[in-house]
């Protein structure tokens, strides 16, 4: 079945610091790619998507790029702030058959501290 | 309101015990979906609502758990006779109108269920 493997953290930077979270996805077909975050007290909400191949989404200085060759969506970002920790999952739409809608299958989760 | 609200916040029971979840969704989304999420894992889908049916019950791990939608609107997930592996925190999230891919999911906070 379809699945996502994300980088396990915790990840620790100090501010200003090069950010990269791994993402890598098995599915059948073509799904669209999603990085969700979570900050602390917060619920989920989405950071970026990109719907086909070498898309690139990007929001709030965070970057990822559908590679569909490398079955990869990996976040970046160049220079990370304080106010950037917080929890980042990685997933993938999965087409439900019957309604016609999409669940979404997540990665675990990375946390990512980032220091003063 | 403005976002996707759930409650109670947390729930702790004893095993055994039946428990309550609820879902209020952003009014006029037709979607409505319950994810999962234990300790160390990523979210699991447990199922989706189109309106008050549910097309997609594939997600719910076993006949303990049950969820209904009423008026398209408020959505409550039932967990009886709770074992400790139910622990986890329950998230719930809605889409806009109509189907297909790429409709954002908005989480709600989620709902931290402890089974002592």
């Known amino acids: 079945g379809d699945s996502v493997t994300q980088m396990e953290g915790p990840v620790t930077l100090s501010e200003e610091a090069f950010l990269t979270i791994n993402c890598t996805y098995t599915?059948?077909?073509?799904?669209?790619l999603f990085w969700y975050v979570q900050y602390p007290g917060e619920g989920l909400q989405l950071l970026l998507k990109a719907t086909k191949a070498d898309d690139k989404g990007s929001n709030k200085g965070f970057e990822a790029t559908y590679r569909k060759e490398t079955t990869s969506f990996h976040l970046e970002k160049g220079s990370v702030q304080v106010s950037d920790s917080a929890v980042y999952f990685c997933a993938l739409s999965a087409f439900i058959t019957q309604g016609g809608s999409e669940k979404l299958v997540f990665g675990k989760g990375t946390k990512l501290t980032v220091n003063p | 309101g403005a976002g996707v609200s759930q409650s109670p916040s947390n729930k702790v029971t004893e095993k055994g015990k039946d428990v309550e979840l609820r879902c209020d969704p952003i009014?006029?989304?037709?979607?409505l979906y319950w994810y999962r999420q234990r300790l160390g894992q990523g979210l699991e889908f447990l199922i989706y609502?189109?309106?008050?049916?549910?097309?997609?019950k594939s997600g719910l791990p076993s006949d303990r758990f049950s969820a209904e939608r009423t008026g398209e609107s408020v959505s409550t997930l039932t967990i009886q006779r709770t074992q400790q592996e139910d622990s986890a925190v329950y998230l719930c999230?809605?889409?806009?109108?109509?189907?297909?891919?790429?409709?954002?999911?908005?989480f709600g906070p989620g709902t931290r269920l402890t089974v002592l």
């Open positions: 999230a809605s889409s806009s109108p109509g189907t297909g891919i790429n409709n954002e999911q908005f």
């Open positions: 009014s006029g989304h037709t979607a």
């Open positions: 599915a059948t077909g073509y799904p669209s």
């Open positions: 609502f189109q309106g008050n049916s549910a097309p997609d």
